[in-house]
């Protein structure tokens, strides 16, 4: 829900190679003027949805249509590839001139001179729209590299069905279970005897999950001091989520450790078949189930459960920034703030099935809809904080070479507690000292 992107089920894709030769062919922005003096920009997208897909071209055709010195190009990017992708368009000076990202894609190129900053550029209204917790995502060194429009919750979807038979409390975005009684509820609703689970965690990429959905204990892993320099710690309140996931696995059998390993559509089969009461997904994955539910089958959307902190937990927003080599930076940014124009930030929800970042989009009543329960999503969106990893340098490395092993193994049962410690902490640090020097 990455926080937002790759929380999604895997479409088809560009490999990196093809997105960069469709940036090559049709145009950079080192090559940003036409012959007879307009203006032309590359706007590359990651919407790959059709409903997504089919509202960004329609937005860039609307602009095309009212802005004959301006135009844009819409190029098709992939979520699968694009940080690599990017990297390479960037050194090779063919980057496109408007990036669709997430926000924890950023820190690097920010840091790294890539991306502009384009705090000065973008207009009141959309500043002062979108809140300053948003902000935060895009925002390294005090200056803004890109601006958060698309966000998403981690919620519960839930067998309604089953939920009601059991006799369970319901939780709602007022009331929500706290991490105890979730743990409680999934034992009751079943312990896998008869093949039969109380939650699947899809936990195929278990660090997003885990650090995010920890903020609702006070949990943050990362602490920046004085000096500017991030360490890892994992205290008291970045271990109850975890523990809780472990615990259903490997204590209680509410869990199946069997989809441990899966992605959050490869729970969808066993969810419909009545394997599973819930499944842990991003908001996105309504959309999904909508499609593929078998006829009759009645499903809700939870809030995850709350801590300490409530229902606080980490997103990284999808989000456009601009090139640093861009030769039209306020062009470029004239363009983002006609696509974030709210009626068009929520046709871009639509599309995606997320929350906007706008509090003005936030308001549309069709984001506010019991069907398909966007009622609930967008109760939550007060609560969404910039992801805990957001401005930590080495992150990506941390993540893939530390972290995930570390937690497949941990929620697998294969290591406990204080192993998990030694390794998010002592290597992880190892890690992000070399990021800090």
């Keep these: 829900m990455r926080t937002s992107r790759r929380r999604r089920p895997t479409p088809r894709l560009l490999t990196a190679a093809g997105a960069a030769l469709a940036l090559l062919l ?34 860039v055709d609307e602009w095309n249509a009212t802005h004959p010195d301006v135009k844009v190009n819409y190029v098709q990017g992939s979520w699968d590839s694009v940080h690599d992708q990017l990297l390479t368009s960037f050194e090779g000076g063919e980057a496109p001139d408007i990036i669709h990202d997430a926000s924890d894609d950023l820190a690097d190129f920010a840091y790294g001179g890539y991306l502009a900053d384009i705090g000065d550029l973008l207009p009141e209204r959309l500043t002062s729209d979108i809140p300053e917790r948003s902000w935060e995502t895009a925002t390294f060194g005090g200056k803004v590299y890109g601006v958060p429009f698309l966000q998403e919750p981690r919620v519960l979807i839930a067998n309604a069905t ?15 279970w706290s991490w105890a009684e979730f743990r409680s509820v999934t034992k009751e609703l079943g312990d896998g005897k008869d093949g039969k ?34 360490d890892v710690r994992f205290d008291a309140a970045d271990q109850i989520m975890p523990r809780t996931v472990h615990d259903q696995v490997n204590g209680d059998g509410s869990a199946s450790g069997t989809t441990l390993g899966m992605g959050g559509s490869d729970t969808l089969p066993g969810f419909f078949g009545g394997k599973y009461a819930m499944v842990p997904l991003g908001f996105s994955y309504r959309q999904q189930i909508v499609q593929q539910a078998p006829k009759g089958f009645d499903w809700q959307v939870l809030p995850a459960p709350a801590g300490a902190d409530g229902l606080a937990q980490g997103v990284s927003p999808q989000t456009l920034s601009v090139s640093e080599d861009s030769p039209h930076k306020k062009e470029a940014a004239a363009f983002i703030d006609f696509f974030l124009q709210p009626d068009n930030m929520v046709k871009l929800a639509r599309g995606d099935w997320m929350l906007p970042t706008g509090a003005e989009a936030l308001k549309d009543p069709a984001l506010r ?24 340098r080495g992150y990506p490395e941390w993540k893939d070479k530390v972290a995930t092993p570390a937690f497949q193994e941990y929620y697998s049962g294969a290591i406990g507690l204080d192993e998990l410690r030694k390794r998010l902490v002592d290597d992880g640090n190892l890690v992000l000292a070399r990021y800090q020097r």
Excluded at 162 to 176: A, C, F, Y
Excluded at 371 to 392: C, F, M, Y
């Design 26 to 59: 049709t145009g950079c922005s080192g090559d940003s003027g036409d012959d007879d003096g307009k203006i032309t920009l590359q706007f590359q997208s990651l919407a790959w949805q059709k409903e997504s897909v089919d509202a960004n071209k329609a937005l």
């Design 162 to 176: 089953w939920l009601k038979k059991s006799g369970v409390r319901i939780p709602t975005p007022e009331k929500p």
């Design 369 to 392: 809809t019991e069907k398909d329960d966007w009622a609930v999503g967008t109760a939550l969106a007060e609560h969404l904080r910039p992801a805990p990893a957001q401005s930590v």
């Design 197 to 230: 689970y109380g939650v699947a965690w899809p936990l195929k990429e278990p660090v997003s999950a885990t650090l995010n959905l920890s903020l609702s204990t006070g949990g943050k892993m990362f602490h920046r001091g004085a000096d500017g320099k991030v």
